[in-house]
Nanobody, 123 residues
Framework: QVQLVESGGGLVQAGDSLRLSCAAS????????MGWFRQTPGKEREFVAA????????GYADSVKGRFTISRDNANNTVYLQMNSLKPEDTAVYYC????????????????WGQGTQVTVSS
């Protein structure tokens, strides 16, 4: 089992920056990918970014490419999401996720989830 705990959410203004953190514990050596998803009320959870645990390979949703950066600190089992130039449409609950293998960006392909942290961007 892997446990994931997010932190760093909050209320910011459009154009501001925010950094989310996700601390992993448990059988972290089994994780192949770590990533971030987000969800707004009434909508499906959507992929934001992912990073492989053992190299620097990353992937981003088109909507955040160039503004968000995912990074990891394996020594501390932590993954980060640096969010710059935030827009009101980035408002959502952000979830940290971990996958045992790379099966794509679908929510169903990911094995472990955090409880989420709210990010609100005002205009």
């Amino acid at each position: 089992q892997v446990q994931l705990v997010e932190s760093g959410g909050g209320l910011v203004q459009a154009g501001d920056s925010l950094r989310l953190s996700c601390a992993a514990s448990g059988r972290t050596f089994t994780m192949y990918l770590m990533g971030w998803f987000r969800q707004t009320p009434g909508k499906e959870r959507e992929f934001v970014a992912a990073i492989r645990r053992n190299d620097d390979n990353t992937g981003y949703a088109d909507s955040v490419k160039g503004r968000f950066t995912i990074s990891r600190d394996n020594a501390n089992n932590t993954v980060y999401l640096q969010m710059n130039s935030l827009k009101p449409e980035d408002t959502a609950v952000y979830y940290c996720a971990a996958a045992l293998r790379d099966m794509g960006r679908s929510v169903r392909s990911w094995d472990y989830w955090g409880q989420g942290t709210q990010v609100t961007v005002s205009s």
